[in-house]
């Protein structure tokens, strides 16, 4: 059974440029979380989409958006790129049932912002 | 506000020698603690799901266990390929799939 696919696996990109990330999660799986991970902060939860509805947010700016397509894809975009944004991007799946075995995480893009 | 508490921050093991990583948490209406582990470069490997206190689940060396405060992840006689960052995270009440994460416990199992 494939695992959660993130592309790409590293991106320099540099500040006040944006940048899309993708995320294909388990099949069937239906349910989409992203979080950013950095040294500091620890892993902070951006956003959750299911059914291709954003259902919730997390503390972040408006620079940092986020879409799920119908086959449960899903994409988070970071505009006017900060270095600040340079993290570790994680995208997690799972089936919206208790006892599912919880969120299965995908190896993450990492961002650096030069 | 939720917050998770991992203690300690790091964690060196002879091999062989039992000990437990310790998260405390303030979720509101906590729908699931989970244990992860992560090595580096690599995204968190689920690991446990407990939903009420007094649950205990177990796999292989690691055991976890809930109380209405804290969650404990007990490490029988490790080994050195236990060693990985392991994170704890709460789910909060009904209709949100957001985990709140502690910040984790670095452990380094030594040969």
């Known amino acids: 059974k494939a695992g959660v696919t993130q592309t790409p696996r590293y991106l320099i990109k540099t500040r006040g440029q944006q940048v899309t990330l993708s995320c294909s999660p388990i099949s069937g799986h239906r349910s989409v979380s992203w979080y950013q991970q950095t040294p500091g902060q620890g892993l902070q939860f951006l956003f959750e989409?299911?059914?291709?509805?954003?259902?919730n947010k997390g503390n972040f700016p408006g620079r940092f958006s986020g879409r799920q397509f119908s086959n449960s894809r899903s994409e988070m975009n970071v505009s006017t790129l900060e270095l600040g944004d340079s993290a570790l991007y994680l995208c997690?799946?799972?089936?919206?049932?208790?006892?599912?075995?919880?969120?299965?995480f995908g190896s993450g893009t990492r961002l650096t912002v030069v | 506000e939720d917050q998770v508490t991992q203690s300690p921050e790091a964690l060196r093991l002879q091999e062989g020698e039992s000990s437990s990583l310790n998260c405390s948490y303030t979720?509101?209406?906590?729908?699931?603690l989970f244990w992860y582990r992560q090595d580096p470069g690599k995204g968190p490997e689920f690991l446990f799901t407990?939903?009420?206190a007094g649950e205990e689940k177990e796999k292989e060396r690691l055991k976890a266990t809930l109380t209405k405060k804290e969650s404990f992840l007990h490490i029988t006689a490790p080994k050195p390929e236990d060693s990985a960052t392991y994170l704890c995270?709460?789910?909060?009440?009904?209709?949100?799939?957001?985990?709140?994460f502690g910040k984790g416990t670095k452990l380094s199992v030594i040969p």
């Open positions: 997690a799946s799972s089936l919206i049932m208790e006892g599912a075995g919880g969120y299965t």
């Open positions: 979720v509101s209406g906590l729908r699931g």
């Open positions: 407990l939903y009420s």
């Open positions: 989409y299911f059914s291709e509805t954003q259902r």
């Open positions: 995270a709460g789910r909060s009440g009904a209709g949100s799939y957001q985990l709140t």
